[in-house]
């Protein structure tokens, strides 16, 4: 597998990570009652807040110079993987997990990753990804893992 790129999304990377996510949304939908809008999109209503609040980082993943996945962190106590896609194609080659591990140094502390209850192909990958010891929960519709990424 090439190495996989995880980047900062700029303002100028807005539109990659909004048609990003209406491909997240599109697999999301047989977990959660979702529907595309009058204009035939999903769109991602706090879209935007991630250019204007800095508590809140896009990130676009790359593999050979093609696009193929991003994430959405809510830096805070804990910290928050809001939103994590990998495109279908470079799912089971260790993208996510690539990603997903680079994404937690980033931000040591605390964090939570949180899955619809359903969605248990995300529980699995979840389970495999965090390299920290975890508690796991499930709160009123989620299942919650919780962990803490030390510093360095």
């Known amino acids: 597998m090439e190495p996989v790129e995880i980047l900062e999304a700029s303002l100028d990377d807005k539109s990659v990570v909004g ?3 209406e491909l997240y949304q599109y697999d999301f939908s047989e977990f959660v009652d979702g529907d595309l809008d009058a204009h035939g999109t999903y769109g991602y209503r706090f879209l935007d807040n991630y250019w204007t609040e800095p508590a809140r980082h896009p990130y ?5 110079g093609r696009w ?3 994430a959405l962190v809510r830096a805070g106590s804990p910290h928050d993987m809001a939103e994590f896609f990998v ?3 470079y799912r089971r080659h260790g993208v996510g997990i690539r990603a997903a591990r ?3 140094a ?3 502390g ?3 990753v949180r899955q619809v209850a359903t969605n248990t ?3 699995t990958f979840w389970r495999r990804a965090i390299p920290y010891p975890f508690a796991e929960e499930r709160v009123e519709r989620e299942t919650v893992q919780r962990f803490v990424v030390p510093e360095g």
């Open 102 to 104: 680079d994404l937690f």
């Open 121 to 123: 192909p995300a529980t």
């Open 87 to 89: 495109m279908r194609k």
């Open 60 to 64: 676009l993943f790359r593999v050979a």
């Open 68 to 70: 193929a996945g991003c």
């Open 110 to 112: 605390d964090w939570q």
């Open 19 to 21: 048609r990003l996510l």
């Open 106 to 108: 980033r931000f040591p």
